[in-house]
């Protein structure tokens, strides 16, 4: 029998701590929540279940909502033992609450344990198999309690400043204050910040407390890496990190040498954005953003390979239909949404978790589908937000970056319903493989322009490029290698180009350099762009970095003085980088059921990694001696190939192989 665990409606866990994640921002003691529908759990649910048991019995349902139990259709009350007799039974547990609250209930008797052979209705005909991750086993877990862990983090150094004290924990945190021994009838004012400045700025700061009342404080958990108090009163001050235990599977270290502290910096700087879900940046908004959330997903699977955050986050997304609105309000939002749950397949083959979330995602496609103009294409309707990146760029009209976006969910939603499969899914997905065709034909006859060589913003002159719409085309392989060699030498390789600057859609160049070949380029920029904020003592990256910017004016975002987050998860991007392109693991098949390993060393001479994969971890190592090129592989499944200079050669799994070149 399996081990007993707590059970709810499927995506009810994430809806919850949806809820209570977007109830949390604050700015100047205010609370802020999101400019977007939100969607609540199911208010009343029916657990089912038929067993049987050996002999006669007891059994106690536990469960935090107001309900009763339903064995062989006669009434038995929650949380208390009631008789079971030897034989085969059918129990109904039916539950409900107000409140957004989570309905879930747990049951661990000798001959009856809730587990995933259970099913749920939410009172209505269907039924479905219930949700029970993440996993939690103890009668006294509460499911609407994220399980974080905590690690006590003391200050490295502290100083007397302004009337108080400074501390400086030494990196960016996420974590719960801790100060004891303070004067309970002193009202201490707390400043938080990523720099200095901020902490102690009391008039521009955005996140600050003010305490009193107790000698003894354990404040809500906030991002810092400062600390200032306005008192000299305190004993004890350090604070509590609370985190997600994940696994990190995953290194890579190479000759460059800045490359290392760039890859910790960015492992770190993601890990602190993995939460309930993957956020934006943990100062700030602390929200879930679909197109933040859509590269960390692809960082995901190249350090931990962690299904579970990656669908947490997608259901908590996806919500429950009826869509009203863009994901986030951002029509690429929406499109990222769908691409990624494709591109969730490729990488886990999970697809019990593409079933399970099909209906909606169908739903967000028919509200896509509802919004475009009568030539089908993307269009700013009411509060649509058009947001592609923060840059100097067209945000009105039929914009070619948004088109391109467009036509890649219209393939990624071909392929789910595939996926999911059935003569009736087989033939809609045949007909928006053909509908993606035809599309693809409209926007470039619009918008691809001679002779600039390159897609424009906007369909009618004066002709404008820019970068994104260019980057699109080549990273989701929208035009063919002519085209992209022409985009290459026109945009990408055109500094009269305006400049990205954020890490955001950096990394989308980035993507784009190594695919088109240009490894040594997209190494160099990590190593200025992403090494120049490590120069100037992040130990988190940024979420916007402009070089030509100076002192305290890199903190400065949204008209606000410390408005730019510096622990933004869009920035972790080059542990991608490294596993996909410069080890160059990649599946070729669902799950990794077949895999490529293609190597671009770029500018290094040497270079070794591990990158997880599903059922395992695959080691490369790269290096040049003596004009002869090594390269070792281990892997630990099946179904591998090298993919180097012009030929191909199998990798056999649990063993170490040699080539050499």
């Given at each position: 029998?399996?081990?007993?665990?707590?059970?709810?409606?499927?995506?009810?866990?994430?809806?919850?701590?949806?809820?209570?994640?977007?109830?949390?921002?604050?700015?100047?003691?205010?609370?802020?929540?999101?400019?977007?529908?939100?969607?609540?759990?199911?208010?009343?649910?029916?657990?089912?279940?038929?067993?049987?048991?050996?002999?006669?019995?007891?059994?106690?349902?536990?469960?935090?909502?107001?309900?009763?139990?339903?064995?062989?259709?006669?009434?038995?009350?929650?949380?208390?033992?009631?008789?079971?007799?030897?034989?085969?039974?059918?129990?109904?547990?039916?539950?409900?609450?107000?409140?957004?609250?989570?309905?879930?209930?747990?049951?661990?008797?000798?001959?009856?344990?809730?587990?995933?052979?259970?099913?749920?209705?939410?009172?209505?005909?269907?039924?479905?198999?219930?949700?029970?991750?993440?996993?939690?086993?103890?009668?006294?877990?509460?499911?609407?309690?994220?399980?974080?862990?905590?690690?006590?983090?003391?200050?490295?150094?502290?100083?007397?400043?302004?009337?108080?004290i400074l501390y400086d924990f030494g990196r960016e945190l996420f974590a719960k204050l801790v100060v004891s021994g303070a004067d309970k009838d002193e009202k201490i004012y707390v400043g938080y910040g990523e720099s200095a400045e901020e902490a102690l700025d009391e008039y521009s700061s955005i996140i600050y407390d003010e305490i009193s009342g107790s000698t003894e404080y354990e404040l809500k958990a906030r991002a810092y890496r400062y600390i200032f108090l306005k008192t000299c009163k305190v004993r004890e001050v350090y604070s509590l990190y609370e985190y997600v235990p994940l696994e990190t599977r995953a290194h890579f270290e190479c000759d460059a040498e800045k490359v290392e502290k760039i890859w910790n910096t960015c492992e770190y700087t993601i890990?602190?954005?993995?939460?309930?879900?993957?956020?934006?940046?943990?100062?700030?908004?602390?929200?879930?953003?679909?197109?933040?959330?859509?590269?960390?997903?692809?960082?995901?699977?190249?350090?931990?390979?962690?299904?579970?955050?990656?669908?947490?986050?997608?259901?908590?997304?996806?919500?429950?239909?009826?869509?009203?609105?863009?994901?986030?309000?951002?029509?690429?939002?929406?499109?990222?949404?769908?691409?990624?749950?494709?591109?969730?397949?490729?990488?886990?083959?999970?697809?019990?978790?593409?079933?399970?979330?099909?209906?909606?995602?169908?739903?967000?496609?028919?509200?896509?589908?509802?919004?475009?103009?009568?030539?089908?294409?993307?269009?700013?309707?009411?509060?649509?937000?058009?947001?592609?990146?923060?840059?100097?760029?067209?945000?009105?009209?039929?914009?070619?970056?948004?088109?391109?976006?467009?036509?890649?969910?219209?393939?990624?939603?071909?392929?789910?319903?595939?996926?999911?499969?059935?003569?009736?899914?087989?033939?809609?997905?045949?007909?928006?493989?053909?509908?993606?065709?035809?599309?693809?034909?409209?926007?470039?006859?619009?918008?691809?322009?001679?002779?600039?060589?390159?897609?424009?913003?906007?369909?009618?002159?004066?002709?404008?490029?820019?970068?994104?719409?260019?980057?699109?085309?080549?990273?989701?392989?929208?035009?063919?290698?002519?085209?992209?060699?022409?985009?290459?030498?026109?945009?990408?390789?055109?500094?009269?180009?305006?400049?990205?600057?954020?890490?955001?859609?950096?990394?989308?160049?980035?993507?784009?350099?190594?695919?088109?070949?240009?490894?040594?380029?997209?190494?160099?920029?990590?190593?200025?762009?992403?090494?120049?904020?490590?120069?100037?003592?992040?130990?988190?990256?940024?979420?916007?970095?402009?070089?030509?910017?100076?002192?305290?004016?890199?903190?400065?975002?949204?008209?606000?003085?410390?408005?730019?987050?510096?622990?933004?998860?869009?920035?972790?991007?080059?542990?991608?980088?490294?596993?996909?392109?410069?080890?160059?693991?990649?599946?070729?098949?669902?799950?990794?059921?077949?895999?490529?390993?293609?190597?671009?060393?770029?500018?290094?001479?040497?270079?070794?990694?591990?990158?997880?994969?599903?059922?395992?971890?695959?080691?490369?190592?790269?290096?040049?001696?003596?004009?002869?090129?090594?390269?070792?592989?281990?892997?630990?499944?099946?179904?591998?190939?090298?993919?180097?200079?012009?030929?191909?050669?199998?990798?056999?799994?649990?063993?170490?192989?040699?080539?050499?070149?």
């Amino acid at each position: 029998m399996n081990k007993a665990r707590w059970i709810w409606y499927p995506g009810d866990f994430e809806i919850c701590h949806s809820l209570k994640l977007h109830s949390r921002r604050e700015e100047r003691l205010s609370g802020y929540p999101p400019f977007w529908s939100l969607s609540q759990p199911y208010a009343s649910v029916i657990f089912k279940k038929t067993f049987s048991v050996p002999e006669d019995t007891t059994v106690k349902v536990i469960s935090r909502s107001f309900g009763g139990v339903m064995l062989d259709y006669r009434f038995k009350p929650l949380n208390k033992e009631f008789e079971v007799k030897k034989g085969d039974h059918q129990i109904a547990v039916k539950i409900t609450a107000v409140n957004s609250r989570l309905l879930s209930i747990y049951v661990n008797s000798e001959h009856l344990v809730t587990d995933d052979t259970w099913t749920v209705t939410h009172c209505t005909s269907e039924e479905v198999k219930v949700c029970d991750t993440p996993k939690m086993y103890r009668e006294d877990d509460d499911p609407e309690v994220f399980p974080f862990s905590y690690e006590r983090v003391d200050p490295v150094a502290s100083e007397n400043k302004n009337g108080g004290i400074l501390y400086d924990f030494g990196r960016e945190l996420f974590a719960k204050l801790v100060v004891s021994g303070a004067d309970k009838d002193e009202k201490i004012y707390v400043g938080y910040g990523e720099s200095a400045e901020e902490a102690l700025d009391e008039y521009s700061s955005i996140i600050y407390d003010e305490i009193s009342g107790s000698t003894e404080y354990e404040l809500k958990a906030r991002a810092y890496r400062y600390i200032f108090l306005k008192t000299c009163k305190v004993r004890e001050v350090y604070s509590l990190y609370e985190y997600v235990p994940l696994e990190t599977r995953a290194h890579f270290e190479c000759d460059a040498e800045k490359v290392e502290k760039i890859w910790n910096t960015c492992e770190y700087t993601i890990h602190l954005n993995a939460r309930e879900f993957f956020l934006d940046g943990i100062k700030r908004d602390r929200w879930v953003w679909s197109g933040d959330a859509y590269q960390s997903y692809k960082i995901n699977d190249y350090l931990w390979f962690d299904a579970d955050i990656t669908k947490r986050t997608i259901r908590a997304l996806l919500g429950r239909p009826p869509y009203y609105q863009h994901i986030n309000t951002i029509n690429d939002y929406s499109f990222y949404l769908i691409i990624s749950i494709e591109e969730y397949y490729l990488y886990h083959g999970d697809r019990d978790f593409v079933v399970s979330v099909f209906e909606n995602v169908k739903s967000l496609f028919a509200f896509i589908n509802g919004r475009l103009d009568k030539d089908g294409f993307v269009q700013k309707i009411g509060d649509d937000w058009i947001f592609i990146d923060w840059s100097d760029m067209v945000k009105t009209g039929n914009i070619c970056a948004e088109q391109i976006l467009l036509w890649r969910a219209i393939k990624a939603m071909a392929a789910l319903y595939a996926i999911v499969g059935g003569e009736e899914n087989e033939k809609e997905s045949a007909a928006l493989y053909e509908r993606a065709e035809r599309f693809a034909e409209k926007i470039k006859k619009l918008y691809w322009k001679e002779p600039e060589g390159a897609f424009a913003e906007l369909p009618d002159p004066p002709v404008s490029v820019k970068r994104h719409a260019n980057i699109f085309a080549v990273i989701y392989d929208f035009v063919d290698e002519e085209k992209q060699r022409r985009i290459l030498e026109n945009v990408l390789e055109n500094d009269a180009v305006t400049q990205i600057t954020t890490p955001y859609f950096k990394f989308f160049e980035l993507m784009a350099f190594c695919k088109l070949g240009k490894t040594e380029v997209a190494q160099k920029l990590i190593d200025s762009y992403w090494g120049g904020m490590i120069d100037l003592g992040a130990t988190t990256i940024w979420e916007e970095f402009d070089p030509t910017k100076h002192g305290t004016e890199h903190y400065a975002m949204y008209g606000e003085k410390y408005g730019c987050s510096l622990c933004h998860a869009w920035g972790a991007g080059p542990i991608y980088l490294c596993g996909r392109y410069f080890l160059g693991v990649y599946p070729t098949a669902p799950g990794y059921a077949s895999f490529e390993v293609a190597p671009q060393a770029g500018a290094y001479r040497r270079m070794s990694g591990k990158v997880p994969v599903n059922g395992g971890e695959v080691f490369v190592e790269y290096s040049v001696d003596n004009g002869v090129t090594c390269i070792r592989i281990r892997s630990d499944i099946e179904g591998g190939t090298l993919v180097f200079g012009g030929k191909r050669f199998d990798i056999p799994a649990g063993r170490e192989c040699v080539f050499r070149f």
